[in-house]
């Protein structure tokens, strides 16, 4: 019997025993189900920091990038 092999009376899909065959390995996904926690004062700080220093851009390719933002002379 192969790793993937169907048992008797087993009518998971292959794509379900694929995904259930490694949970032990990766586990379930983690989904709060609580209110969102807000984010802290340093973490806005540096947000904003980032978003000022840097910015996103898409190539001729359709590729997304982040750079760092042209200083103005």
Do not use: K
């Not at 995904?19 to 973490?43: K, N, Q, W, Y």
């Amino acid at each position: 019997m192969g790793l993937f092999s169907r048992r008797p009376g087993d009518d998971r899909t292959w794509g379900m025993r694929l995904t259930e065959t490694f949970l032990p390995i990766f586990g379930p996904a983690s989904i709060r189900r609580g209110p969102a926690v807000p984010p802290r004062p340093e973490d806005q700080a540096r947000e904003a920091e980032l978003r000022q220093t840097f910015e996103r851009v898409t190539g001729p390719d359709g590729h997304s990038y982040v750079v760092e933002r042209r200083r103005a002379e």
